[in-house]
């Protein structure tokens, strides 16, 4: 997956992002960031998602969402 279809990727994973970082325990935020990515997603767009984070450095994502792909497995 690459080009618009990363983009795209990106955008969904920073909409997740922005409706569970108003939680007040960010480890809790992180936590169901990283598991409505590995409920709802298939495993080839979390693949995706985790290749965008370790070759491009998360270029586009959000620090809550970034954050929660490096410290939770997707996978």
Not at 27 to 55: F, T
């Amino acid at each position: 997956m690459r080009g618009n279809t990363v983009d795209t990727l990106v955008t969904m994973a920073n909409q997740i992002g922005d409706f569970f970082e108003p939680m007040k325990d960010r480890s809790k935020s992180l936590e169901e960031i990283a598991g409505h990515l590995r409920r709802a997603w298939e495993p080839r767009m979390r693949i995706a998602l985790m290749e965008h984070v370790e070759h491009h450095r998360g270029a586009g994502l959000k620090d809550i969402v970034l954050e929660a792909v490096r410290t939770h497995k997707l996978i």
